[in-house]
């Protein structure tokens, strides 16, 4: 077998592509609430148990705060098939068969690379899921967190995620194989939303016989009225960044009164697949602000789940996604759970479908029995550019309260607006450059709201890059 790329030779173990047969997955000796330990049946799926050994076994140290969490996802996984699109309505336009490709592996160390600069005093590097670096007046690690109020809400977070009952497969994995967690503890009364923190998650690969994994977490604690922004990018190191399986999870509370403004890019290689978790709790009379870019990565499957637990709560999500190369698969599924009442919540979700790209939506908002007088809105745009290319959205509310101001709505198009095409054209201005002009503003529409500059023109230019390239690659597609 070759060896691996001199780049990682030494921040990663290569698996073996015929791993031996399994014969334990250890459980940690943390206890388990009866409740977890109750909902987990013997069953077991052979390639989920040995990926969770191999986490398991990359584990050697980290915070005890840690095992409640990693012990529950160690017991869920002993009962967790691998997904398949028969599996149910999650999986069921998802293909993730591309996961299975490469055995994979896991990083010993983080690799010598130099790191990515950022504008911001408040920043945190990853890279291969390996926390690097960590700066600013309310970011800490997990394991260097002293005694106090930020470590005691960490630990409070951490148990509580134990009980999480949407969890998936991709959530677990993160839960076992994490080493450590960025924590973001923004104290009462604090407003700190004019000076993000800047998040980088840089990813490398493992050379052309394996899949390199691995799996941050961060945690996002904004107590009473407190204000805050978050900036996450993930994007893979060197120019073409490789093949990778990038699983980050990132968990935020927002207490009562308090507000979180989110701005997430994701542009990985398009040899990479990236499985995301963002979990949110709204307390009452919170706000929190989210905007998605997602362009890159070959599958990129992005859980998005929000719960309102309180009154007055206003949640508002925003995100673009462009699938520009060939049998590239973006997906992303949100679940917003209301049960207080007079909660506010706005969606919005795009997306361009190129060459011979899929892209899925589901978005569920379920409006339970005590959330009167909410006002929620759900809309959905999207363009098909290539008879190759395909659309799966799902756009729908489930509403039991009575009172309520809903509305949603799905829009599909396999071509721009003729009258605005001729708008352009009236004025003298090209076919080819009207398309480009109306594609572009299609995703700005969404861009521009991310709300930091720096992080603003940077999405913007690689956009427009993908935007431009998507042509050729649309030809390359129809002519296969």
């Known amino acids: 077998m070759p060896s691996p790329s001199p780049l990682c030779a030494a921040s990663c173990s290569t698996a073996l592509r015929a791993p031996p047969p399994l014969l334990r997955f250890r459980r940690p000796a943390a206890p388990v609430s009866a409740s977890v330990a109750r909902a987990a049946p013997a069953v077991s799926d052979d390639l989920v148990l040995r990926i969770a ?14 095992d409640p969490l990693r012990s ?19 999986f069921r336009f998802t293909d993730i068969s591309y996961l299975r490709s490469f055995p994979i592996s896991l990083p010993s160390r983080a690799p010598d690379l130099a790191p990515p600069s950022s504008p911001y005093p408040s920043h945190v590097l990853f890279s291969d899921g390996l926390l690097v670096s960590a700066s600013g007046a309310h970011v800490s690690s997990l394991a260097d967190l002293p005694p106090g109020r930020a470590r005691d809400r960490a630990a409070a977070a951490l148990a509580a995620s134990v009980e999480f009952a949407d969890n998936d497969l991709f959530y677990d994995f993160n839960a076992v194989g994490a080493r450590d967690v960025v924590v973001v503890h923004v104290p009462e009364g604090v407003k700190v939303a004019d000076d993000p923190v800047h998040i980088m998650f ?53 207490d009562a009164g308090a ?30 602000e989210f905007v998605e870019v997602s362009t890159g990565a070959k599958l990129n499957r992005h859980n998005l789940h929000i719960q309102q637990l309180g009154p007055e709560t206003e949640t508002e999500l925003s995100s673009i996604h462009l699938t520009s190369q060939n049998k590239q698969i973006h997906d992303l599924h949100s679940k917003l759970i209301l049960d207080h009442p007079r909660g506010v919540s706005r969606q919005l979700h795009k997306c361009i479908a190129c060459a011979a790209g899929n892209s899925i939506f589901d978005g569920n908002i379920k409006v339970n029995r005590f959330a009167q007088q909410t006002d929620a ?8 550019l290539s008879p190759k290319a395909l659309v799966n959205v799902k756009p729908n509310l489930q509403i039991i309260a009575d009172d309520v101001r809903c509305t949603h709505g799905a829009a599909i198009s396999g071509e721009l607006d003729p009258n605005e095409l001729f708008y352009f054209q009236a004025r003298g201005i090209s076919a080819e450059t009207a398309t480009d002009a109306l594609l572009y503003f299609f995703g700005a529409h969404v861009i521009k709201r991310i709300p930091f500059k720096p992080i603003n023109e940077k999405a913007f230019a690689q956009f427009k890059e993908l935007l431009a390239s998507s042509r050729q690659t649309t030809t390359e597609a129809l002519l296969s």
Not at 377 to 384: A, P, R
């Open 377 to 384: 809105g759900q809309e959905t745009k999207c363009l098909i």
């Open 72 to 90: 529950a996802s160690s017991l869920s996984l002993l009962s967790t098939p691998w997904p398949t699109r028969r599996s149910g309505d999650a």
């Open 259 to 288: 507000r979180v403004v989110h701005s997430y890019v994701q542009r990985q290689s398009f040899a990479a697949a990236h499985t995301k978790w963002t979990v949110v709790q709204q307390d009452v009379s919170s706000k929190y």
């Open 53 to 66: 050994e191999q986490l398991e076994d990359s584990v050697t140290s980290s915070s005890p705060l840690l």
């Open 202 to 254: 840089t990813y490398t690969d493992c050379g052309a016989e394996s899949m390199l994994m691995s799996n941050p977490r961060v945690l996002v604690v904004a107590e009473k009225e407190a204000e805050v922004a978050i900036v996450e990018e993930h994007f893979g190191a060197g120019e073409e960044g490789g093949c990778y399986w990038a699983n980050p999870v990132v968990e935020i509370l927002i």
